[in-house]
């Protein structure tokens, strides 16, 4: 009793800002905890799946240039499909949190979530297929050279089959990050790592008494190291004690229409953000070969740079989208505002860090790709570095509108941040891009300034939704 005593008197004599930050510090540690040990798995498992596009350009680019342009082409076709569809598919982590924040223990809701969204992987699925077997006539259309055309049209039609099983994979994948347990999804991705850099190695070129089917073999080894991967993740659903009370895949044909149209109603305009993007990105490396060689080699190096440390801010919005998702299901509104900031501070600081290396070591950086010493790359290096200073301020806003649209989504808000998406980079950034790298001086680093200014501008329209998303009425006020 005279401690109990002793507690009380003491509390009474501290200041009222002291009780309250012993009573708020708690919590925001724990969100920020719980994000780092949520996103870290899926950082990991996105520079994996990073990893495996990084192994079919290794092995194909012992074929040649030729073979090296032709999958550029595919690839580049393929990737506007797929991921568009990834984007339609990740409907399936905010509602699956959602539900989990309703209802703890739910099962019935968020089997019926991941049976559609396995239904709108084979949907999606079926018309890219078709359209992707017809790749080179495209590339023909748009003028590229009948051979490469041929060449890369045999490579998609192979790789078309990876896009089923890739799109499966992520609705399971997805599933159990909604359900904050999203390690396995990473071990699958390694193990998938190593699969597809065998496959490459004996099919491309004809190993162990295989055939050697050049870059037809790459496409075949990316189809079935991705098929693999689902099988993979099916066994874990399905056996793991964890998920297997679930039951995901019973009675798959039943069809269930309004989840069907739920998953599509959210997933579109996420698709459509996502395809709005990685478009205006292709455009710009058209941009930089109108330039010439140099200014297109030292851009696909700095947008590769920027690609590789984008991975963290984008595992840490997944994670926010799941975060953010269970806290609105639950109607906790400041649980919401905690963990959407957490994220969104664990993330712009990691790009804080970014920018600042790439701002004072850009010549080791551009060295890990190309040997800076020879005289042929001395013009790639000075562009490089040119760029890679432009590309510190677009890693700060590259990272915050990731960050905002992760948040975002975790309320199922999507249809917004879409027109956003369209504004900032088909509106603002790549007219920009093309009026300074075409009409002014600044040639290559105009296109990086274009690029930079659009995603800017996505940042500041996707933050300040975020901040606003009370009035908006996205969430209902704190009380």
Same mark, same amino acid.
């Given at each position: 009793?005279?401690?109990? %005593?002793?507690?009380?008197?003491?509390?009474?004599?501290?200041?009222?800002?002291?009780?309250?930050?012993?009573?708020?510090? /708690?919590?925001?540690?724990?969100?920020?905890?719980?994000?780092?040990?949520?996103?870290?798995?899926?950082? =990991?498992?996105?520079?994996?799946?990073?990893?495996?596009?990084?192994?079919?350009?290794?092995?194909?680019?012992?074929?040649?240039?030729?073979?090296?342009?032709?999958?550029?082409?595919?690839?580049?076709?393929?990737?506007?499909?797929?991921?568009? !569809?990834?984007?339609?598919?990740?409907?399936?982590?905010?509602?699956?949190?959602?539900? #989990?924040?309703?209802?703890?223990?739910?099962?019935?809701?968020?089997? %019926?979530?991941?049976?559609?969204?396995?239904?709108?992987?084979?949907?999606?699925?079926?018309?890219?297929?078709?359209?992707?077997?017809?790749?080179?006539?495209?590339? =023909?259309?748009?003028?590229?050279? /009948?051979?490469? !055309?041929?060449?890369?049209?045999?490579?998609? %039609?192979?790789?078309?089959?990876?896009?089923?099983?890739?799109? &499966?994979?992520?609705?399971?994948?997805?599933?159990?990050?909604?359900?904050?347990?999203?390690?396995?999804?990473?071990?699958?991705?390694?193990?998938? +790592?190593?699969?597809?850099?065998?496959?490459?190695?004996?099919?491309?070129?004809? #190993?162990?008494?295989?055939?050697?089917?050049?870059?037809?073999?790459?496409?075949?080894?990316?189809?079935?190291?991705?098929?693999?991967?689902?099988? &993979?993740?099916?066994?874990?659903?399905?056996?793991?004690?964890?998920?297997?009370?679930?039951?995901?895949?019973?009675?798959?044909?039943?069809?269930?229409?309004?989840?069907? #149209?739920? +998953?599509?109603?959210?997933?579109?305009? +996420?698709?459509?953000?996502? @395809?709005?993007?990685?478009?205006?990105?292709?455009?710009?490396?058209?941009?930089?070969?109108?330039?010439?060689?140099?200014?297109?080699?030292?851009?696909?190096?700095?947008?590769?740079? @920027?690609?590789?440390?984008?991975?963290?801010?984008?595992?840490?919005?997944?994670?926010?989208?799941?975060?953010?998702?269970?806290?609105?299901?639950?109607?906790?509104? =400041? &649980?919401? @505002?905690?963990?959407?900031?957490?994220?969104?501070?664990?993330?712009?600081?990691?790009?804080?860090?970014?920018?600042t290396l790439l701002i004072t070591l850009p010549q080791f950086l551009i060295g890990i790709f190309i040997d800076v010493s020879h005289p042929a790359n001395v013009p790639v290096l000075a562009l490089g570095v040119s760029f890679l200073t432009v590309a510190a301020v677009f890693q700060i806003v590259d990272g915050a509108q990731v960050l905002a649209a992760g948040t975002l989504r975790g309320l199922h808000d999507t249809r917004m941040p879409m027109w956003y998406a369209a504004i900032?980079?088909?509106?603002?950034?790549?007219?920009?891009?093309?009026?300074?790298?075409?009409?002014?001086?600044?040639?290559?680093?105009?296109?990086?300034?274009?690029?930079?200014?659009?995603?800017? !501008?996505?940042?500041?329209?996707?933050?300040?939704?975020?901040?606003?998303?009370?009035?908006? &009425?996205?969430?209902?006020?704190?009380?």
């Amino acid at each position: 009793m005279p401690a109990i %005593r002793n507690n009380i008197e003491t509390s009474k004599s501290l200041p009222r800002t002291e009780i309250a930050s012993e009573r708020i510090w /708690p919590a925001w540690k724990e969100n920020f905890v719980a994000t780092l040990q949520l996103a870290l798995p899926m950082v =990991l498992t996105n520079l994996a799946q990073m990893a495996m596009i990084v192994t079919d350009v290794v092995f194909i680019g012992r074929l040649g240039p030729q073979a090296l342009a032709a999958s550029s082409l595919a690839v580049n076709i393929y990737h506007a499909f797929a991921f568009f !569809a990834f984007g339609l598919v990740s409907a399936v982590a905010p509602m699956v949190a959602r539900e #989990k924040g309703m209802r703890r223990h739910e099962v019935r809701e968020i089997r %019926r979530i991941v049976r559609q969204g396995l239904w709108t992987a084979i949907a999606v699925s079926v018309p890219s297929i078709v359209l992707l077997w017809h790749g080179d006539r495209f590339l =023909l259309a748009i003028g590229q050279e /009948p051979a490469l !055309a041929a060449e890369a049209g045999d490579y998609l %039609r192979a790789l078309v089959w990876a896009l089923p099983p890739f799109l &499966g994979y992520i609705v399971l994948r997805f599933f159990i990050s909604a359900l904050e347990r999203p390690q396995w999804a990473f071990i699958i991705a390694i193990v998938a +790592i190593l699969l597809n850099g065998l496959g490459n190695w004996l099919l491309i070129f004809g #190993k162990w008494g295989l055939p050697a089917f050049g870059i037809v073999g790459s496409g075949l080894a990316s189809a079935i190291a991705t098929s693999l991967m689902f099988i &993979g993740m099916t066994a874990v659903v399905r056996f793991d004690r964890r998920f297997r009370h679930y039951h995901v895949f019973g009675r798959f044909w039943e069809a269930d229409w309004p989840k069907f #149209k739920a +998953i599509w109603r959210l997933g579109l305009p +996420i698709g459509a953000i996502i @395809a709005f993007e990685t478009t205006v990105f292709s455009a710009a490396a058209f941009l930089m070969g109108w330039l010439g060689e140099a200014e297109l080699a030292a851009h696909a190096i700095a947008i590769e740079i @920027a690609a590789i440390t984008f991975m963290t801010p984008l595992g840490i919005a997944q994670a926010a989208t799941v975060r953010v998702g269970i806290a609105y299901g639950a109607g906790d509104a =400041l &649980g919401v @505002a905690r963990a959407g900031w957490s994220a969104f501070i664990l993330g712009t600081s990691f790009m804080v860090l970014t920018a600042t290396l790439l701002i004072t070591l850009p010549q080791f950086l551009i060295g890990i790709f190309i040997d800076v010493s020879h005289p042929a790359n001395v013009p790639v290096l000075a562009l490089g570095v040119s760029f890679l200073t432009v590309a510190a301020v677009f890693q700060i806003v590259d990272g915050a509108q990731v960050l905002a649209a992760g948040t975002l989504r975790g309320l199922h808000d999507t249809r917004m941040p879409m027109w956003y998406a369209a504004i900032g980079y088909w509106g603002i950034g790549l007219p920009l891009s093309a009026c300074l790298s075409q009409f002014t001086p600044l040639r290559g680093v105009g296109v990086w300034i274009g690029l930079a200014a659009g995603l800017a !501008a996505v940042s500041v329209l996707m933050v300040q939704r975020w901040l606003r998303r009370e009035r908006l &009425g996205l969430i209902r006020p704190m009380l």
